[in-house]
């Protein structure tokens, strides 16, 4: 069959690596790459449908029929790192099992990281017809196009790809509000592992090059996307990096033409962050981190995280998997992180680090909860931030070992983390009446709106009311949770208010946002008559607009 011929689906059951993250609000690179991969090998844009996970799951008995008419079926898929997802629930094995079971014409072909664990692989090999390599999409093209690409032009594959799949983004339910996941470099560059990564499994590595990636973000911005992170990668301080006696040199030349290029790329950008940073790297060459860092901080927006897999502070721990960081050299890599990124834009830190803890590795024992613990107090007590506190549990690759240990100890413990170290973090990053802009809605549980900005690691924001639209302009900070914080839509008439966002409020409480309500105040002095003047929002002449006063 002529490959125009050929009507191809491809079915997004997202992706989660340590390097790419692929779940709504994200699409991830890879299945832009596929898409173009296709377009590439001669296949008409005309028969070929993308579908994801989730709206597989709703229409499924329509879906079931349908891909019936199709000549290929692609399944991508694969979550390697344990996660907790709002935006949508990435495949899971027994839905990629019962798709291959219930469609029987096309060729079913099984891609994305999950290929790269036998273990798993073998469960489906039954009813796949490929069970495709490494990357998926320069297998396909292969296949379809009957030849062999060499090692050394994946990168330049990749780039054209990149561009001809950027298309697949409006096809996409979330469209236009998508945060587009960009790969810098592929692999590792480690050449002994962390033992419970899944980076370890990939073969094939590869780095862009500036260029090719700004093609990418111009042939997304002409898509409608303006969200960016430059996430699917191990260390973006390695990004360009040169080899020195085995060792890997960071080259701050190479990033500031990889952020000058995307700026450049799309004037309309609206949000620019990035995911990992090894804090060896800064801790180990901390003149050339600190320039790289005044890089980034310079072109990012604000808000951005540098993802530390810290993992654990047990020097046990650290030694038995091979984590090549010491718990002084992440402190040190965090205080140099806080000096260079920790300046506010609109209120916001420009740039912070988050910690990654994972619990049941190797050589873990009962004093690895009070490691970590004394750990992050030590941070809080420096005086330093961490925008994100990730506590996970190992998701168990091939053989690595189950390692067992009190999940009643583990509970507690991270409750114990959210008392006394979580909240008093997200009062510090985010203090009292810090405006948050852009807030998209994930959902509306009763009388509270949540929502969260396209960003890296968004903060999770409670807003009193069940708001009907899908975008909140600008809110203000009020009160701290855990793992979230609570806002007020801002600016805003006091006589506008509800009752309910009243008692939001810390210090006003209901009696207090009754009277508020009853005798409408028409200035700062009635207002102050009312609740005072010594409320833990502060000033209180910055939060309330009168009927006097012109709109903001």
């Keep these: ?70 000549d290929i079926l692609i399944v991508t898929a694969g979550t390697t790192v344990p996660g907790h997802y709002m935006g949508g629930k990435p495949a899971s094995a027994a839905e990629i099992e019962e798709i291959s079971k219930k469609v029987f014409y096309p060729t079913r072909v099984l891609g994305g990281p999950i290929t790269l664990i036998k273990n798993m692989t073998e469960r489906f090999e039954k009813n796949y017809d490929i069970i495709s390599a490494e990357i998926t999409a320069a297998d396909i093209y292969q296949r379809l196009k009957d030849t062999k690409i060499k ?126 940073i090894n804090p060896a790297t800064i801790a180990h060459y ?59 834009e609109d209120g916001i830190p420009k740039l912070l680090p988050g910690i990654n803890f994972l619990h049941g590795l190797i050589g873990e024992r009962k004093e690895t909860f009070a490691y970590n613990f004394n750990y992050l107090k030590k941070i809080l007590d420096m005086g330093l931030m961490l925008r994100r506190i990730n506590i996970r549990q190992v998701f168990r690759l091939g053989s690595y070992p189950e390692v067992k240990y009190s999940q009643g100890k583990f509970i507690n413990y991270k409750k114990k983390v959210n008392e006394e170290i979580n909240k008093v973090m997200l009062q510090r990053v985010f203090p009292y009446g810090t405006e948050i802009k852009d807030l998209y809605v994930d959902q509306r549980k009763g009388n509270l709106t949540f929502a969260r900005q396209l ?24 009160d701290h949770g855990y793992r979230s914080i609570t806002a007020l839509k801002w600016p805003k008439k006091i006589d506008d208010y509800k009752l309910y966002e009243l008692e939001a409020v810390p210090g006003i409480g209901s009696k207090r946002a009754a009277r508020i309500i009853a005798e409408q105040p028409r200035n700062i002095n009635q207002l102050k008559s009312i609740i005072g003047e010594n409320l833990p929002i502060g000033d209180i002449s910055s939060w309330f607009i009168f009927n006097n006063q012109a709109d903001n």
Excluded at 178 to 193: K, Q, V
């Design 286 to 344: 901390p003149k050339i981190s600190s320039r790289i860092l005044e890089i980034i901080t310079k072109y990012n927006t604000a808000g951005d995280i540098a993802a530390f897999g810290v993992e654990s502070a047990d020097p046990l721990v650290l030694k038995k998997n091979n984590i090549d960081t010491t718990v002084e050299e992440s402190i040190k890599a965090i205080k140099i992180v806080n000096q260079i990124g920790g300046r506010r």
């Design 151 to 276: 090692t050394a032009n994946f990168a330049e594959m990749i780039d054209r790809w990149s561009v001809l799949g950027a298309e697949v983004v409006r096809n996409h339910p979330f469209y236009p509000n998508l945060m587009a996941e960009i790969e810098t470099f592929r692999g590792c560059p480690r050449t002994s592992h962390c033992t419970f990564c899944s980076e370890r499994l990939k073969k094939i590595r590869y780095s862009r090059n500036a260029a090719g990636i700004a093609e990418e973000i111009r042939a997304l911005a002409e898509n409608g996307i303006h969200h960016f992170r430059l996430g699917s990668q191990t260390d973006l301080l390695l990004y360009g990096a040169e080899t020195s006696s085995g060792k890997f040199i960071p080259a701050s030349e190479k990033i500031l033409d990889l952020y000058q290029g995307i700026r450049s790329a799309d004037p309309e950008l609206k949000v620019l962050h990035m995911d990992n």
């Design 455 to 478: 960003a890296s690691y968004p903060i999770l924001v409670g807003i009193p009311g069940h708001l009907t639209e899908d975008k909140i302009e600008r809110a203000k900070v009020v």
């Design 1 to 70: 069959m002529d490959n125009y011929k050929i009507k191809a689906a491809v079915i997004d059951g997202y992706l989660d690596e340590p390097s790419c993250l692929g779940v709504p609000p994200y699409i991830s690179p890879h299945v832009r790459y596929l898409w173009g991969a296709l377009i590439d090998a001669g296949l008409d844009r005309e028969k070929m449908t993308y579908i994801t996970i989730d709206d597989f799951r709703n229409k499924k008995e329509y879906y079931f029929e349908e891909l019936e008419n199709y």
